[in-house]
């Protein structure tokens, strides 16, 4: 079965596509990696790095047979101050995917939905059934999709399962959760307890919970992905919406109890001003999905921090330093999710820009978008060092060898067998990473590492 994911480069997303694959499933992602990060995508599966808008294409070319439909923005706080962004790319984006499935006779979705739908419940543990009245334009656009998809059942007979995720956490394979900007939670707190925030801020103390912090449902992104693929396996008989929870809540200070057992660290915190659009509790019913799917959760919040925390520890110390190259070229504003990642690891991040004679800013005044090229300009604070050097492939390779970074992500039009630098990396045990692919002639270069920052 061809299952198109889009949004498979997120969090959830890339956990669920490697459970699926485990699964026998021939996996296609698709993925704009507006938020995603391309090295969440398993290797040797197709990869689409384009609009959900432009899915025709690739549906056509994949002979897809259902989608599971991840992606969007999931920032709650980012939608209340630009709920803009979130109508254009969660509900009108999806809109238009909608309409693109049924155009080419896709009759089978998986739609990521959210807790935030209900707004601030009347009656927790919330049930499906519980009024939906969502208090932030994110949970708004989930809602309104969700809405969709009823008229396209009643319609056009689609097959749908909206899963309304509640509080998504901890790590799976060799993926964790982060995000740039970080405002979750749980990798916010363990970013203390590595030393790398101060503090941690708790949004308002005075809710009305038994410690005065808000309360959510913590879910395991292990059995998130598992619920998508029995949602899968059971679409041609059950259409609808179910949540996904565990049914236990817990505070923002109980989480950072946990986590302090757990990584044995001291967490300072500061009670700061309520976040808004926080409801005070959110607690899932989850007995529809057992009793229709037989889902339930396998882990609780200590396997979900304990798995957090040992990703966490372990990215710390395998990512340290990447180095980038054909940074400035038109194409390669993907090169952006590289400096985002190194900024998030706390790495060093080392950017190697061809000479200028060769391209560089040059070129990048001339082809670069005006708005592409300000998101790089912005991107350039997070670096560390920049260098700048001339086009040759063996002066790359003396470079690598000399600045032994753990990752290169690579710029440039050839593919990473047909350059030399691979072999490099493999003698130096340096991962690479194909950058997006120029159209233009910019292998990464620098002779001499004339360093400009
Ligand atoms: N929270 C907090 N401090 C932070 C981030 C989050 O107190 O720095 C609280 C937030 O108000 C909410 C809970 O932690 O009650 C979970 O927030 P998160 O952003 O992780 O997920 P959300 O519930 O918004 O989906």
Redesign the pocket.
Known sequence: MNILVTGGAGYIGSITVRRLIEKGYNVIILDNLSRGIKFSIPENIPFINKDITEAEEVIKQYNIDAVIHFAAYAY?GESVENPELYFDNNLMKSLVLLEILRRNNINKIIFSSSC?TYGDPEIVPITESEKQAPINPYGLTKLLFERALQVYKVSYGLKFISLRYF?AAGAAYDVGEHHVPE????P?ILDVALGKKEK?????NDYPTPDG??V?DYIHVLDLADAHILALENLDTKTGFYNLGTGKGNS?KEVIEVCKEITNKDIPFEIVEK?AG?PPV?VADYKKIKEELGWKPKYDINDIIEHAWHWHKELENKHNIVAISGYFDPVHIGHIEYIQLAKKLGGKLIVILNSDKQCALKKGKVFMPQDERKKILEALKYVDEVFISIDDDATVCKSLVALKPTIFAKGGDRFSYEIPESKTCRENNIQIIDGLGAKIQSSSDLTGLKQIK
């Open positions: 709650v935030a509080n405002t979750h939670l749980i916010l941690i801020k708790i949004f308002g912090t808000c959510r923002v976040r926080d959110l």
